[in-house]
């Protein structure tokens, strides 16, 4: 495969042209690396939909994506012929800021070994996901693609960023070494079913819903919030997302990132109350401003994602609300 083929020419992605020939194959071997996380399960639910047949999943038990032999062993027998990588160790504000060797190590452990197991198979198609933090603390809102690396990381989450930036550079070497037409996406916040609800390593939304829902729950007449509430943020259902990434990799082809989000967003005070609303709760709301406010804005520019054909179609009030019904059905038995 010649580099023009795979769209590495150009920055600006695909032709139509090109886009035809991207089209998945229903019965094709497609391994969801993560699939029991938030996005991973999310896409799972969205290609078994669009009628994927043949779907790889394995839980870490059963394969640690850590372990670099045994992940080559898997690929060498499972022989998938598209990855998504969303195996990764994610979490909020203040796991970040507190475990930034585990974010680190552990996220770029997995990324090298699957990416590195995908290439020896010759993996035709890879899309590898990170997220919005990986642009610069003070990047002009909304965040375009190309703000990558022109300024420093926000300190809560750099190690995590650091990690994912590796990733988006691990696809480009392999595109432009290899010729293969493997593709990043970076998701805003999500939230959605199968969110960590953990009361101190979650983020600020499944956080709140648990929060309101304690409250509501043992009558508590005031909750207290992290930071200032003024922050403000861009989020994204999970179901949105793994539309989107199925979108991606049917039409798109380029070396540059591809942001994923809803193109508006919120502050954590205005997010607060959404949550407070969907929830029932009516007491008190306090701000403890000794945690971390983090980055004051995140709002991506999605305007390569809609030139390629796909926008956001779930709005937060209603994502919110079925998140919290979703959280209220499952509550015994979810990540808390
Ligand atoms: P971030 O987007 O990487 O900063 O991740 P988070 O979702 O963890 O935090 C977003 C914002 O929400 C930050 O300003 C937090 O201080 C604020 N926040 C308020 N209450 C909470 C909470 O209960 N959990 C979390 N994770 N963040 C909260």
């Known amino acids: 495969m010649t580099p023009a083929s795979t769209g590495l020419s150009g920055t600006t992605g695909t032709t139509a042209a090109q886009a035809s020939t991207l089209r998945l194959d229903r019965d094709a071997p497609i391994y969801v690396a993560g699939h029991r996380g938030l996005v991973g399960s999310a896409i799972w639910r969205r290609l078994t939909n669009d009628g994927f047949q043949n779907l790889i999943g394995l ?38 800021s507190q475990y930034p ?94 969110d960590n609800f953990s009361a101190t390593g979650s983020h600020v939304l499944p956080g709140l819903i648990r929060r309101y829902h304690e409250a509501k729950r043992t009558g508590a007449t005031e909750v207290t919030n992290w930071g200032s509430g003024s922050p403000r943020r861009e989020f994204l259902h999970v179901d949105d997302m793994a539309d989107a990434c199925l ?57 390569k994602l809609e030139a390629a054909g796909w926008k956001a179609r779930i709005p937060l009030h209603e994502g919110i609300a079925s998140t919290v019904d979703w959280f209220l059905q499952h509550h015994s038995e979810i990540r808390t």
């Open 101 to 194: 060797v585990d974010f680190l190590s552990e996220n770029l452990r997995i990324q090298v070994n699957v990416m590195d197991a995908a290439l020896e198979q010759r993996v035709s198609r890879l899309l590898f996901l990170g997220s919005s933090c990986i642009y610069p603390k003070m990047a002009p809102q909304p965040i375009r693609e190309e703000y990558l690396l022109t300024g420093h990381l926000e300190p809560t989450n750099d190690a995590y960023a650091i990690a994912k930036i590796a990733g988006i550079l691990h696809v480009q070497s392999v595109r432009r070494q290899y010729g293969l037409p493997w593709i990043s996406a970076m998701p805003t916040n999500l939230y959605g079913p199968g």
């Open 247 to 303: 979108h991606l990799l049917e039409n798109y082809d380029g070396p540059e990132q591809v942001n994923i989000g809803t193109g508006t967003d919120v502050s954590i005070k205005e997010l607060a109350t959404m949550v407070a609303n969907a929830v029932g709760y009516s007491g008190q709301v306090k701000w403890d401003t000794t945690k971390p406010d983090g980055t004051p804005r995140k709002l991506l520019d999605v305007s």
């Open 59 to 96: 839980s870490s038990s059963e394969l640690d994506l850590k372990d670099r032999q045994a992940t080559f062993d898997f690929f060498a027998e499972a022989k998938p012929t598209t990855v998504i990588l969303a195996a990764a160790k994610v979490g909020g504000i203040l796991g970040n």
